[in-house]
């Protein structure tokens, strides 16, 4: 996953969203960049300061790099070299669950038939008038 070459970057997109990823290409109108993630600023009013969350950008997508036109983005700097453990420890804790189970059409497809199959065999058990409740 991490090869030790990385150029780790924050972004600010037009509509406002703050993300972290890894640099992967760039051109004139493109840049290309993977593992990402977003970044949230949660205010705790208590004590007037800001508690830091991220999580996966796009996290019902397929883990794949990132291809954004440059005139979706205000900024682009590089990470702050005391952030990067963090970042690669979330990038770590997040997307290696993620690669568990492999994401193919076909076992896609299984559970959509096998989910259907069930509901067949269920349809009709249980079923009390005027309640869409299974019991």
């Known amino acids: 996953m991490l090869k030790g070459n990385e150029h780790f970057i924050i972004l600010k997109l037009i509509s406002g969203e703050e993300i972290m ?43 794949t790099p990132f291809v954004l036109n440059k005139k979706n983005i205000i900024f682009v700097k590089n990470m702050h070299h005391l952030f990067i453990p963090y ?14 189970v492999p994401n193919t059409r076909n076992s896609i497809e299984e559970k959509i038939k096998k989910q259907q199959e069930l509901e067949e065999k269920l349809n ?5 008038p005027g309640n869409d409740t299974i019991n």
């Open 21 to 63: 990823a890894i640099l992967k290409n760039e051109s004139e109108d493109f840049i290309e960049i993977d593992n990402v993630m977003s970044i949230k600023t949660i205010p705790i009013y208590e004590t007037g300061k800001e508690q830091i969350a991220a999580s996966p950008f796009c996290q019902f997508g397929e883990k």
């Open 87 to 100: 970042y690669v420890k979330m990038v770590r804790d997040h997307y290696e669950d993620l690669r568990i």
């Open 124 to 128: 009709g058990l249980f079923y009390v």
